[in-house]
Structure formats: structure tokens, C-alpha cells
């Protein structure tokens, strides 16, 4: 889907009153959106899953959800047409699709990846920090995430420097946002044809392994380690 420029939404579920590491498939998916629901006053709803505040070494891809929507008391439909209040992440993942429409009406050009970091980074925040495990990014806020949007279409086309995307992967690293983190340590290496025996491609590596390591993943951390010491025995 993401190769065809299709951006996937999911609802985390709602198994949230069981506790921690609750996302059910295929919102637990690294590749998918995943949407939490909150009530009236921007709680998580009990019901709405979220992972545990660290992965540790389970290849469960990232913290999930990714971001919050209003799920709790939403007006819709019966199966016989009646309308009727129901709560659930799948009555918040549509306000956040909504959403994304509206971007794309602003900016028919953008990426996954654009609409993904729009998202997140115009969310209102509601944990105890930038991502957290029950809530994500944040609150969907559509006028700042279109705005956003608009912004992006009259901006020039530009490509980001080695120094720049290190910037941003310790940005995101500090936000607890190991998608991104991941995302511009990757273009790091691939900026500079892969040359690991390169300083900036070395320190990615190593801010790569320190970002797992606050993750609990310590085979990865380990992984990224080994493959530094083979370059510097």
C-alpha cells in the first residue's frame, strides 16, 4: 500500500481494559496508522488499546497507537439505520481518516510519510511526553494538520543535508519517536552510497542503537554495536 502512495488507517482496538500491549492486528503493524480513542475530556477511553511504554526485544514494530481520536459517545448507526452513541477506536479512526482527507484536498502531492509526520506533529499533546504508549503523537487536530498541509504545497522542493537529517534523528530519538528516528538514520546512510566506514553513517548507526536501547531492545542495540566493532575492531 505505502509503494502505491496509500495511506492505512487502523483502529488500535478495544482491549485496552486489559492492559498494556493490547493493540490487536494490523494496527500493531509497524507499516499501519494506528488510532486510539479519547472522551470529551482527551482521556484514554479504557477500552482503547495501547502498547507496553517499551517494546523490549518482541519484533512488535513501534509504540502503537500512533494517534488519538474522538471515539467515546460518537453519534452513527445502527444495523437498522437507527442512530445510536457508540464508543470504540473504530468510531476515532474516522475523524482521523476525515482528516487526512482534508490534507489532501489542500496538498494532492503529499507522501505517506508527509501525512504520517503532518499528523503527528500538529497533534495536540497528551501524554507525559512527545509519543507515549497510550496516546501516541497526540489529539488529531485537523485545522493545524491542514494548514500544515497547505504550507507543504507552497514550499520548495528541498533535500535535506547529512547534518540536517542527523538533526532530525535526534530529535526524534528525544521525542520517543522511533519511526522517525529510523526513517532519517536510514536516509543518512543511503545519502552517502552506504558507506559505513563513514563518520556520519557511524554516528547514525550508534544513535540508532542508543534509541533501541531506551526502546529495552537490546538485540538490535546489540545488532548496530556488533556492526560498529567489525568496522573499528
Not at 509504540?63 to 448507526?77: E, F, N, Q, W
Not at 552510497?193 to 557511524?202: I, N
Request: aromatic content about 6%.
Amino acid at each position: 500500500l505505502h509503494a502505491r502512495n496509500v495511506f492505512a488507517v487502523f483502529s488500535a482496538a478495544n482491549n485496552g481494559a486489559q492492559g498494556e500491549d493490547s493493540v490487536g492486528s494490523p494496527g500493531v503493524l509497524s507499516e499501519s496508522f494506528t488510532i486510539g480513542a479519547v472522551g470529551i475530556e482527551e482521556k484514554r477511553w479504557n477500552d482503547s488499546s495501547y502498547s507496553a511504554p517499551k517494546l523490549g526485544n518482541r519484533p512488535r514494530g513501534f509504540l502503537k497507537p500512533d494517534l488519538m481520536g474522538p471515539g467515546v459517545d460518537t453519534l452513527s448507526l445502527s444495523g437498522l439505520n437507527h442512530p445510536r452513541r457508540i464508543s470504540g477506536t473504530s468510531m476515532a479512526t474516522p475523524h482521523v481518516v476525515g482528516v487526512v482527507a482534508l490534507m489532501l484536498e489542500a496538498n494532492p502531492r503529499l507522501t505517506v510519510k508527509e501525512i504520517r509526520e503532518v499528523l503527528e506533529d500538529s497533534a495536540v499533546v497528551l501524554g507525559d511526553r512527545w509519543k507515549s504508549s497510550e496516546y501516541g503523537a497526540g489529539l488529531a487536530n485537523a485545522f493545524h494538520a491542514v494548514t500544515r498541509a497547505r504550507a507543504l504545497a507552497a514550499a520548495p522542493d528541498h533535500t535535506p543535508t547529512v547534518d540536517e537529517l542527523l538533526a532530525q534523528g535526534d530529535a526524534a530519538v528525544q521525542a520517543n519517536n522511533l519511526p522517525r528516528a529510523l526513517d532519517r538514520y536510514i536516509a543518512v546512510i543511503n545519502t552517502i552510497r552506504g558507506d559505513l566506514s563513514a563518520e556520519p553513517a557511524q554516528r547514525a548507526m550508534c544513535s540508532l542503537s542508543l534509541a533501541y536501547a531506551q526502546q529495552g531492545n537490546y538485540r538490535a542495540t546489540a545488532s548496530g554495536l556488533r556492526k560498529l566493532l567489525e568496522l573499528h575492531p
